[in-house]
């Protein structure tokens, strides 16, 4: 019985992916020459960090949304027609080699010049920027796996770690920064209809981030350190004294992963720029692990929730099972490849933006 039921799960979750991947089909190519809809000068917002910032989500679990009794609302934004996920020419998105107009698919991917079939937060963040903004918006995504702030993004200020060789250290960062360089240099090339008289302005950047840290215990009680010297060096290099930050707080298997030292030392080191003199009301850190669905923490993350529930006592159930093929694609170091936490990721992230750039006030 056993066999039977995981195979069931398999072949369910197999023809879910498949419908997913049917769906994104039916999205509009990125386009090699995507228009300019709003106003100039375009408003850039760098986003980065490692496999989460990229995004592990499958476009297919995104329908979850729907089923959220307090955000459900939000999946008629994503999908209007109740079929095709939503692109937006207002705003445009680099990653890898792909210029184009922000859609599904940006998330992480084999291709360096084709889209894929997931998501990570820029897709709800660039959504709900270009609804608030009326300049065209720029998002330049770097994001790369298996990569830690105290080595591979460790920022020039933040000097060298104790026995480290310099060859060693800070690839990611000046990967980051030469990433961002070459896609400004080249807008005109990339986006044709940009307007070089009125230019751009770095707006923003947004850092989701942490994991990798968690294996090294000078890099966990250094964290706070290292990202206050990584905000710093960004808005020197980027000629941005005045750059918002937003920093998403690390919050793999949920709220409660706290009680692991290990995840409380990283969140608390990106919780400290909070309370950073000189990013007062320029630099926010929010909470991320309260917006995973808490029936998946349930069952996935169960060892943090035996109290409630113990499954060897009380299985999963056919219809939970059902419930985590619609809603989950990967593992829980990449938020389970939940596709409604990523939406909300996004959503959150983008409110924070606007409080700090004062949209609509």
Known sequence: MKKHAVGAFALAAAALLALGQAALAQQADPGKTPKQVGKSPVKVFILAGQ??????????????????????YLL??????????????????????????????????????????????????????GEALEEQVLLIKFATGGQSLYVNFRPPSAGMPQGAKPEDV????????????????????????????????IAGFVWFQGYNDLFNETGRKEYGRNLVHLIRDLRKEFKAPEMRVVVGV??????????????????????????????????????????????????????LY????????????????????????????????????????????AETMQELMGVGK
């Open 170 to 201: 800070g690839g990611a960062y000046r990967g980051l920064i030469g990433y961002v360089h070459d896609a400004l240099d080249n807008l005109k090339k990339r986006f044709p209809d940009y307007d070089e008289k009125a230019g751009y302005e």
């Open 306 to 349: 035996e109290k409630e529930r113990n499954l060897k006592e009380k299985p999963i159930t056919d219809e939970e099972k059902a419930m985590l093929a619609r809603a989950t694609s990967n593992q829980g170091y990449h938020y389970f490849g939940e596709g409604r936490f990523f939406i909300l990721l996004g959503k959150a992230f």
């Open 250 to 303: 690390m919050g793999v298997n949920g709220p409660r992963n706290e009680s692991n030292p290990k995840q409380k030392d990283v969140r608390d080191g990106q919780r400290s720029v909070n309370d950073v003199a000189e990013f007062k009301g320029t630099v926010k850190a929010i909470e991320t692990g309260h917006l995973l669905h808490p029936k998946i923490l349930e069952i996935n993350a169960n060892w």
């Open 51 to 72: 496999s989460n910032m990229d995004g592990q989500a499958d476009v297919r679990t995104i329908d979850f949304l729907g089923e959220d009794k307090e955000n459900g």
């Open 76 to 129: 008629k934004k994503f999908k209007p027609d109740g079929k095709t996920l939503v692109t937006r020419d207002d705003v445009w998105v680099a990653h890898r080699g792909v210029y184009g107009k922000l859609g599904p698919g940006y998330g992480g991917r084999k291709s360096d010049d084709t889209l894929g079939g997931k998501i990570g937060p820029e897709y709800a963040f660039g959504y709900f920027m």
